[in-house]
């Protein structure tokens, strides 16, 4: 038996250790690139079509037999799906996964979860319970969080309530729940459209924000009135005063507390570690590290690639500001797959080091214009299915048939120690740089480019910073591919210091600013 000083120190352990465990999940979501990882999962999702919410739906049932936490993917529903549709696939998905979960209790693992139900104290008041007052104890558990949600799937299945009553029963008392997590993801996904770009007026901001406040309202309230009423008729509330504290099951191994703290300790040093090195999460989720180098001979009295078509249709569709008219486009559209054509017959291996850039630059471009007017209407890049997007080999330079991917990552960093170009290639997002009123071309290339990076720079979409500033604010270019700035630059600092007098005047001083990223704007980058 633990002396009452050393179960007020354990418990002050754990307290420590959960509070670390939160701090470092808030953490890891700080540095995540989350907009890119919702990005890509609502791009999947969009992928399936009408199936899409049923897939959600199969993927939560599987999660809640698992014995996986739901509440991760309640939010994503509401932040993909929207209120409505995001409800409806979450409650279809948590309904399936506990109905699963007390067949499995009840005809497929009986012994196993019996064992793992008794060694729980609350469950012999629930089992008499249940046995008194039938699905309404099972509803009063729903809308209480007296036992965890999972758990409660598979003990239903040791009582004597029935298949049917238990699984419609959990249905509708599951609904108060489920909808205040489902709010709480859309309003997320709501802030996260605004961020990059989506734009949420103040109306419906206080439309949302009274909406959640009254779910929360009620939520609480049901759940308050819930527990007084299982108070009255289980045991769950109290244990009698002569009860003796539960053993764990015979075998089970006691976890100590000090091994608990150790490892809330790592994870949350390994999430500040994430927060103070910049980019670190984003390399893992973001694209490839590359090692620049140069590949090709300059060749400057070789041939040259005629852009002249490109270089007439640019100035025609994109305005000062680098924004495109699609539909201007989409009638000339013509005028695009002629260039396009002809890059595909384009006598790559023949070219110069400088043509072939400007080539692979250009066909960059010119694809994603074209990837968008398939596509077209859109609201962002992202909303086109990850198959037919980046990935999606369809692409031919000089004979080779390649993806957007392959063209940036393959083609083009490993192949040339030339970071700029990150401030050339365009994805069709506001948030990426402007797309030039002309064509680029072997004779100017670095001109160009340097050209971009300065006008990138200058401008507080992608570039903050003044004198005196103790951070500076980049664009998350830098952020994505910071290991190429590094390999040129010596950082992602050093290289927007080029273009800083500001910034390059505090880097000599000893001082460095802390980086703070800019919220990448995915709306498409059109008039």
Known sequence: MKSPQNRRISVWVKRVSLFLVVAAIVLVIRAAPIDLLLGALKSWIAGLGPWGPVIFALIYAVWAVAFLPGSALTLAGGAIFGLGWGFAAVICGATLGAALSFLIARYVAREKVSKMAHSNPKFGAIDRAIGEGGWKIVAMLRLSPAIPFNLQNYLYGLTP???????????????????????????????????????????????????????????????????????????????????????????????????????????????????????????????????????????????????????????????????????????????????????????????????????????????????????????????????????????????????????????????????????????????????????????????????????????????????GDSRVRLTQLYNWYGGDFAQVAGSPLENAARYSPALQQTLSTGKKPRIDWIDYDWALNQQ
């Not at 002569?242 to 100590?256: C, I, Q, S, T, Y």
């Not at 100035?315 to 000062?320: C, E, N, Q, S, Y």
């Not at 400088?354 to 596509?375: G, M, R």
Request: hydrophobic share 40%.
């Open 161 to 467: 309530i029935r298949f049917w009553p238990c699984v419609l029963t959990s249905a509708v008392f599951m609904m108060p729940g489920t909808l205040l997590y489902v709010y709480l993801g859309y309003v997320g996904g709501q802030g996260l459209a605004a961020a990059s770009g989506g734009g949420v007026s103040t109306q419906r901001w206080a439309l949302i924000g009274i909406g959640l406040a009254a779910t929360v309202g009620v939520t609480v309230y049901v759940t308050k009135l819930a527990q007084k009423a299982l108070a009255k008729q289980t045991a769950l509330s109290e244990p009698p005063p002569d009860a003796k504290p539960v053993d764990p099951a015979p075998g089970a191994a006691r976890r100590p507390p000090w091994l608990m703290a150790t490892l809330a300790a790592l994870f949350f040093s390994a999430a500040l570690y994430a927060n103070l090195v910049p980019g670190m999460l984003a390399q893992l989720f973001g694209p490839p590290k590359t090692q620049l180098s140069e590949v090709y001979e300059a060749k400057p009295d070789g041939p040259s690639f005629d852009h002249s078509s490109f270089n007439a249709l640019l100035p025609r569709f994109v305005d000062g500001e680098g924004l495109v008219d699609y539909k201007g486009l989409s009638q000339e559209e013509t005028s695009l797959d002629d260039y396009i054509a002809s890059i595909t017959t384009a006598p790559f291996p023949d070219l110069g080091r400088d043509e072939k850039l400007a080539l692979l630059i250009n066909a960059y471009n010119a694809f994603t214009l074209k990837l968008i007017l398939d596509n077209y209407p859109v609201d962002s890049i992202q909303d086109i299915p990850s198959k037919q997007r980046w990935d999606a080999k369809r692409w031919i330079i000089g004979g080779q048939t390649y993806s957007l991917s392959q063209i940036e990552h393959e083609q083009i960093r490993p192949k040339f120690i030339e970071p700029r170009i990150h401030f050339a290639l365009v994805c069709a997002a506001v948030g990426c740089p402007k797309l030039r009123q002309e064509a680029y071309v072997g004779s100017r290339i670095n001109e160009q480019l340097e050209e971009q990076a300065k006008l990138l720079h200058g401008s507080q979409r992608w570039f903050r910073f003044e004198p």
